[in-house]
């Protein structure tokens, strides 16, 4: 998966899971489910409800952390094949203009400003 992808599905997993569990949380009192005399499985069954939507909510911003790191990691790599073509150009240039430093490779005259080498 590419780094955007991780951090689009990361936002909206946890934009998702904060409406879904601030709605739980506002709308579910301490020991409601008891107090209606709900089963004990039906409680256990909320209660792992509950467990795997914290799950997700941490899910998400671990998605988005991995999104960012993946990115962050592309673009060291970019720059490192960036500086790496640069030398490859540099060491190509076998000589340099004693005039104006310009790189030189087998002309007469250099092609910036013309001095003769
Ligand atoms: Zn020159």
Known sequence: MTPKRWITIGVVLFVIMTIQNISVFIMTEPGSLEKMGAPGDIIRLVYLAWGVFV????????????????????????DIQKLKSKVARLETQKSFCKNCGNGIKNEKFCSKCGFKL
């Not at 799950?55 to 970019?78: C, E, F, P, R, Y």
């Open 55 to 78: 799950g997700l909510h941490i899910l998400s911003v671990a998605m988005i952390a991995i999104g960012v790191l993946k990115k962050q990691k592309m673009n060291t790599d970019n």
